[in-house]
């Protein structure tokens, strides 16, 4: 007998199979974990940025009574309750004019309703922007203030 090892056998075989069989499913794990990671960070940012776009909105925004040519941050409430002049204003600031103000890179949409429906005011309904539809991730926020003296329930959307 020789003294040299044989390179093929089936040991070997069945070790580089088992080899290559562990480290595909390990490699094919580690890349679902970061798809999955990926994926709530995507949903946290989106989470973040509902809470945060609908925080200004309730607020007064600058200046305090901002029209179209001199808003510098969005916001629609005065005196505590919502300003119909600044609700009106959002359709002459235009979409994308809107979502720069609320820090918003993400699709945007959001109405005023009460109990019985959407609200409108001068024949508008108060709703604004693009509303989902076959949205892949959908955050969505509602907030309570007052309009008219009548409580009302502000909803935003942001999606992808």
Same mark, same amino acid.
């Given at each position: 007998?020789?003294?040299?090892?044989?390179?093929?056998?089936?040991?070997?075989?069945?070790?580089?199979?088992?080899?290559?069989?562990?480290?595909?499913?390990?490699?094919?794990?580690?890349?679902?974990?970061? *798809?999955?990671?990926?994926?709530?960070?995507?949903?946290? #940012? /989106?989470?973040?940025?509902? $809470?945060? =776009?609908?925080? &200004? !909105?309730?607020?007064?925004?600058?200046?305090?009574?901002?029209?179209?040519?001199?808003?510098?941050?969005?916001?629609?409430?005065?005196?505590d309750r919502?300003?119909?002049?600044?609700?009106?204003?959002?359709?002459?600031?235009?979409?994308? *004019?809107?979502?720069?103000?609320?820090?918003?890179?993400? #699709? /945007?949409?959001?109405?005023? $309703?009460? =109990?019985?429906? &959407? !609200?409108?005011?001068?024949?508008?309904?108060?709703?604004?922007?693009?509303?989902?539809?076959?949205?892949?991730?959908?955050?969505?926020v509602e907030?309570?203030?007052?309009?008219?003296?009548?409580?009302?329930?502000?909803?935003?959307?942001?999606?992808?």
């Amino acid at each position: 007998m020789s003294a040299k090892a044989q390179a093929l056998s089936a040991d070997f075989a069945i070790a580089v199979a088992a080899f290559l069989l562990i480290t595909g499913v390990v490699f094919l794990r580690w890349l679902q974990i970061i *798809r999955e990671t990926e994926e709530t960070r995507g949903l946290s #940012e /989106l989470i973040d940025t509902v $809470s945060h =776009a609908g925080s &200004i !909105l309730l607020s007064e925004g600058t200046p305090k009574y901002w029209n179209v040519t001199n808003v510098k941050s969005l916001g629609l409430v005065n005196d505590d309750r919502l300003n119909r002049t600044k609700i009106l204003s959002l359709w002459d600031l235009g979409y994308d *004019r809107v979502r720069s103000l609320l820090g918003v890179g993400y #699709e /945007l949409y959001f109405e005023i $309703s009460n =109990a019985t429906g &959407i !609200l409108s005011i001068n024949g508008r309904d108060l709703k604004f922007g693009i509303p989902p539809s076959n949205a892949q991730d959908v955050a969505k926020v509602e907030r309570v203030s007052i309009l008219d003296d009548q409580m009302v329930f502000v909803g935003v959307i942001v999606w992808q």
